[in-house]
């Protein structure tokens, strides 16, 4: 069964300095993964995906993640955040035995400091 | 891209009455749509699968007959919370995959989610 964890509940950062959001996955098959931002009261919103292509995937807003098999590992960066990137960030694993289900981690809440 | 619109954006509503929430994939077709609920500062719970043409499919411990799913067509699902209690006061969110690429690869688009409020 797959399965994602994110590390970290609460992440700050100062604004202008780099962003780290951890997510390890397990997975009996090659995943899917993916990366969602969600704003207060908002629904979510794609950032990237990794899909088997390649294993660092640029997403919008500057994001970007490095899909690792060997640490099962799927983290989230920036090189430099924005107080608008101040948000709930949520890792995300497809299911792949045929239902198509999301698989959502616990998600991360970034704040940014100015 | 991929828009997926839910509405209304925020509904109160009194104890014992029912409440409907629209789910549309507006420039896309979706034989899928999923229905999340959310609860303050806690990840999304998978509901329901919502199935164009048949009926939904429920996750454990969801009461379908609480949670009535109609997906009557390509582009809309609409969940509706019968006799809704203060307990199902929540934040609810739909998405939906494009046609064609059903599949793990394909990502979900979301709504903008629900906030309901039951007094």
């Known amino acids: 069964a797959q399965s994602v964890t994110q590390l970290d509940s609460h992440v700050s950062v100062s604004e202008g300095t780099p962003v780290l959001l951890r997510c390890n996955y397990s997975?009996?098959?090659?995943?899917?993964l993916f990366w969602y931002v969600q704003h207060p009261n908002k629904g979510l919103q794609l950032l990237l995906k990794?899909?088997?292509?390649?294993?660092l995937v640029k997403g919008i807003n500057g994001f970007e993640a490095e899909f690792k098999k060997s640490e099962t590992s799927f983290h989230l960066t920036k090189p430099s955040a924005h107080m608008s990137d101040a948000a709930e960030y949520f890792c995300?694993?497809?299911?792949?035995?045929?239902?198509?289900?999301?698989?959502f981690g616990t998600g991360t809440r970034l704040k940014v400091l100015a | 891209g991929a828009v997926v619109s839910q509405h209304p954006s925020r509904v109160i509503c009194k104890s014992g009455t029912s409440v409907k929430i629209e789910c549309r994939s507006l420039d896309f077709q979706a034989t899928t749509m999923f229905w999340y609920r959310q609860f303050p500062k806690q990840s999304l719970m998978l509901m329901a699968t919502?199935?164009?043409?048949?009926?939904?499919?429920?996750e454990q411990g969801v009461e379908k007959d609480k949670f009535l799913i109609n997906h009557a067509s390509l582009t809309l699902s609409t969940l509706t919370v019968t006799s809704a209690h203060p307990e199902d006061s929540s934040f609810y969110i739909c998405s939906a995959r494009e046609l064609p690429g059903s599949s793990y690869n394909s990502p979900l688009h979301f709504g903008n989610g629900t906030r309901l409020t039951v007094t």
């Open positions: 919502s199935n164009e043409g048949s009926k939904a499919t429920y």
């Open positions: 990794y899909t088997s292509a390649a294993t």
């Open positions: 995300v694993v497809s299911d792949t035995s045929g239902t198509y289900k999301y698989i």
């Open positions: 997975s009996s098959y090659s995943p899917s």
